[in-house]
């Protein structure tokens, strides 16, 4: 493995965490992540460049469920540019995330892209961009991480279309406003298999490096202006961590997104870019080690956008 000043940070913050009591619950409530260990951790940093680092299990696929909004917002933005703004909000929520009651106050427009009713917003826009929006997100993760192994977890997909009834409510609800234009039925079935993507800390570091690009991808090639790349940014580090980004800002300071799965991607601007894994949650559905490894490694680096 390369050595860098990265590397004995991260092999630091791994033994910090080995010695830490207490790893939270797995996402019970999708069965198919409801036997997780939550022994597991591995953490991965991508430089510009993309030299990777990693320590512990980094190099191991897991369940990225919501860390995917990301990917999609910037797909979305690139194709739709601030037309998207119209049909989702930019600001935290407050509420948990798969909420209904928001909605309702607010016409059927979801408060950030991030809660599940504005990931089915923009997931719904892609589908009509694209004709196959987790096609789409796919194809571009295989390219930014240089995976072309990467795909869905069929059973995963499954396991949350079975249990989905909660976004199915959500989807139908803004469909009465028209902001869903797609058939639900389809639609849904595209976002489970959105959610289902299996990926390494290692694949989504790199995959996630145009954030720390100011929009520039792998491949030297404009996915955003450097505008919509701080946008992206700006709303992870206020929205990315459900209804937990205060605290997560406040302890990390970074841009990041969570996912159930127990992964959290992070963003140093102009740096380089994160992603941690351990699957055991807080009951706000943060990874508790993921947390804590990013907070000892904005510690220890001084990394941070404050």
């Given at each position: 493995?390369?050595?860098?000043?990265?590397?004995?940070?991260?092999?630091?913050?791994?033994?910090?965490?080995?010695?830490?009591?207490?790893?939270?619950?797995?996402?019970?409530?999708?069965?198919?992540?409801?036997?997780?260990?939550?022994?597991?951790?591995?953490?991965?940093?991508?430089?510009?460049?993309?030299?990777?680092?990693?320590v512990g299990d980094w190099q191991h696929p897991f369940s990225t469920q919501s860390i995917?909004?990301?990917?999609?917002?910037?797909?979305?933005?690139?194709?739709?540019?601030?037309?998207?703004?119209?049909?989702?909000?930019?600001?935290?929520?407050?509420?948990?995330?798969?909420?209904?009651?928001?909605?309702?106050?607010?016409?059927?427009?979801?408060?950030?892209?991030?809660?599940?009713?504005?990931?089915?917003?923009?997931?719904?826009?892609?589908?009509?961009?694209?004709?196959?929006?987790?096609?789409?997100?796919?194809?571009?993760?295989?390219?930014?991480?240089?995976?072309?192994?990467?795909?869905?977890?069929?059973?995963?997909?499954?396991?949350?279309?079975?249990?989905?009834?909660?976004?199915?409510?959500?989807?139908?609800?803004?469909?009465?406003?028209?902001?869903?234009?797609?058939?639900?039925?389809?639609?849904?079935?595209?976002?489970?298999?959105?959610?289902?993507?299996?990926?390494?800390?290692?694949?989504?570091?790199?995959a996630a490096g145009f954030l720390a690009r100011h929009g520039i991808r792998a491949d030297?090639?404009?996915?955003?202006?450097?505008?919509?790349?701080?946008?992206?940014?700006?709303?992870?580090?206020?929205?990315?961590?459900?209804?937990?980004?205060?605290?997560?800002?406040?302890?990390?300071?970074?841009?990041?997104?969570?996912?159930?799965?127990?992964?959290?991607?992070?963003?140093?601007?102009?740096?380089?870019?994160?992603?941690?894994?351990?699957p055991g949650l807080d009951e706000r559905g943060n990874s508790v080690a993921g947390v804590?490894?990013?907070?000892?490694?904005?510690?220890?680096?001084?990394?941070?956008?404050?």
């Open positions: 493995m390369p050595t860098s000043s990265f590397q004995p940070v991260l092999d630091r913050i791994a033994a910090d965490i080995a010695a830490s009591p207490g790893r939270g619950r797995p996402a019970d409530y999708i069965p198919a992540l409801a036997s997780a260990d939550t022994r597991r951790f591995g953490m991965a940093v991508a430089e510009l460049d993309g030299t990777v680092y990693g995917t909004k990301v990917f999609t917002l910037a797909l979305v933005l690139s194709l739709d540019g601030d037309n998207l703004w119209e049909h989702v909000g930019r600001e935290p929520s407050g509420n948990p995330f798969n909420s209904l009651v928001q909605l309702e106050y607010e016409n059927g427009i979801p408060r950030n892209p991030f809660i599940n009713a504005g990931a089915l917003v923009v997931t719904d826009r892609l589908q009509t961009r694209t004709g196959d929006a987790a096609g789409a997100l796919r194809s571009f993760l295989r390219a930014e991480s240089g995976n072309p192994r990467l795909t869905f977890d069929e059973a995963v997909a499954a396991s949350e279309s079975a249990h989905g009834d909660r976004n199915a409510a959500l989807a139908h609800f803004m469909a009465s406003y028209g902001n869903i234009t797609n058939p639900v039925p389809g639609l849904l079935g595209q976002y489970f298999r959105q959610c289902s993507v299996e990926a390494s800390c290692a694949d989504l570091a790199l030297g090639s404009s996915l955003l202006t450097r505008s919509q790349a701080k946008q992206v940014n700006a709303v992870m580090l206020t929205c990315g961590t459900y209804d937990a980004a205060g605290d997560f800002a406040h302890r990390v300071g970074l841009p990041g997104k969570s996912g159930v799965g127990g992964g959290i991607i992070a963003v140093v601007p102009g740096r380089c870019t994160l992603c941690v894994w351990s804590a490894a990013l907070d000892r490694f904005t510690t220890l680096t001084g990394l941070s956008v404050f």
